[in-house]
C-alpha cells in the first residue's frame, strides 16, 4: 500500500524521552489508520497507539500518559512522543497504515490488518 520509513530510535536512560518520526509517500499519509506498534525481544508485535484521518486516537494502557502519537501534515509524517521511558518500553518500533481501516478507533483488529509496513527503528531503554 506503500512505503513507510522510521527514524528516531536509539539508546535512551529509563525516564528519557524520544521522538520516532515515520516519514509516507503521499498515497500511504492518505491512509484512513496509521499507527505504532512495537516488538519486544522474543515477544509478539502489539500496538502502541493508532490516530485515524479524523483525529481518534488509541493507546495500550502500558503507554498512556507516557506516549502522545500525532500527524504533521506539513511532513506528512506520523510521529509519537516517548516520555518518561522505561527499560520494558525496549523494542523495535514499527510505523503501520491500512488505507480502508475503518474501525481504526474500535482497536479490534490485529497487526495482520494493516497492509503498509515499515522496516522498524530500535528504541533501547536503559535503566
Known amino acids: 500500500q506503500g512505503q513507510l520509513v522510521e527514524s528516531g530510535g536509539g539508546p535512551v536512560q529509563a525516564g528519557g524521552s524520544l521522538r520516532l518520526s515515520c516519514a509516507a509517500s503521499e498515497y500511504t499519509y492518505r491512509s484512513y489508520c496509521m499507527g505504532w506498534f512495537r516488538q519486544p525481544p522474543g515477544k509478539e508485535r502489539e500496538v502502541v497507539a493508532t490516530?485515524?484521518?479524523?483525529?481518534?486516537?488509541i493507546y495500550a494502557d502500558s503507554v498512556k500518559g507516557r506516549f502522545t502519537i500525532s500527524k504533521d501534515n506539513a511532513k506528512r509524517t506520523l510521529d509519537l512522543q516517548m516520555n518518561s521511558l522505561k527499560p520494558e518500553d525496549t523494542a523495535m518500533y514499527y510505523c503501520?497504515?491500512?488505507?480502508?481501516?475503518?474501525?481504526?478507533?474500535?482497536?479490534?483488529?490485529?497487526?495482520?490488518?494493516?497492509?503498509?509496513w515499515g522496516q522498524g527503528t530500535q528504541v533501547t531503554v536503559s535503566s
Open positions: 490516530i485515524d484521518s479524523e483525529g481518534s486516537t
Open positions: 503501520a497504515a491500512d488505507y480502508s481501516l475503518y474501525d481504526c478507533d474500535s482497536g479490534s483488529w490485529s497487526p495482520g490488518d494493516f497492509g503498509a
